[in-house]
Every structure is written in structure tokens, then in C-alpha cells.
């Protein structure tokens, strides 16, 4: 076992947020904007331009994963900035990508 054997079992208001928390990361263009703004803040136009889509559909990804608290965003004058800071949302999705290998076969266990 990994030395959890112990961890309490988690309650059903954890085990049904943990579930909303991965069905909103279940979609790709939400996933690849959540890692986008791991690595750095930015307003909706730029973040469809780096990622490749319409800022009507990044704006309606933006809303639905501040909804549910995986992202924040604060104003400067006009524009809204996006980015993730919470360490748990940050530190899950990197975990996720570090076990996928880019062909998108699952990497090896570190040694």
C-alpha cells in the first residue's frame, strides 16, 4: 500500500464534490484552460487565443469553473484576469499530466 491505509474514508458531501470537482475537468477545452492558468494569469481574449478557441465559448468554460471554484479572477480597470491559486487544484493537475506521457499513453511510475 502508499501508507494512506489509515486516511479516514471520506464523507458523501467530500466523495460528491470530488465527483462535480472531476466531471467539470472531464471536458478538454476546461482541462486545457485549467492548465493554461496554473501557469499564468490571463484575461478571456488571451486565453482563447492561447488555447485555441472562441472567447464566447472560453467566456462560458470561465464561468462554469469559477462557479465551481476551481479558478478565481480579479479586475485591473476593463478587464477580468483569470488564473488558478489554489495548490490543490494546481498540485491535481499537474499530478494528472505528469502521469500521462505526450502520446498520451500512461507515463511510468518514477523510480
Known amino acids: 500500500m502508499d501508507g ?10 467530500q466523495v460528491e ?3 462535480e470537482t472531476f466531471r467539470m475537468l472531464s471536458q478538454a477545452t476546461r482541462l486545457r484552460v485549467v492548465w493554461t492558468l496554473v501557469h499564468q494569469e ?3 481574449s488571451s ?5 485555441g478557441a472562441t472567447v464566447p465559448a472560453v467566456s462560458q468554460h470561465l ?3 469559477r462557479l465551481a471554484g476551481l479558478i478565481s479572477s480579479r479586475r485591473d480597470g476593463r478587464r477580468i484576469f483569470y488564473t488558478v491559486d489554489d495548490p490543490h487544484v494546481v498540485s491535481m493537475v499537474r499530478e494528472m499530466f505528469d502521469h500521462i506521457a505526450p502520446d498520451g499513453s500512461l507515463a511510468p511510475d518514477p523510480e
Open 4 to 13: 494512506h491505509e489509515s486516511d479516514p474514508a471520506p464523507t458523501s458531501a
Open 17 to 19: 464534490v470530488a465527483a
Open 42 to 44: 490571463l484575461d478571456v
Open 47 to 51: 486565453l482563447a487565443e492561447a488555447i
Open 63 to 65: 464561468a462554469k469553473l
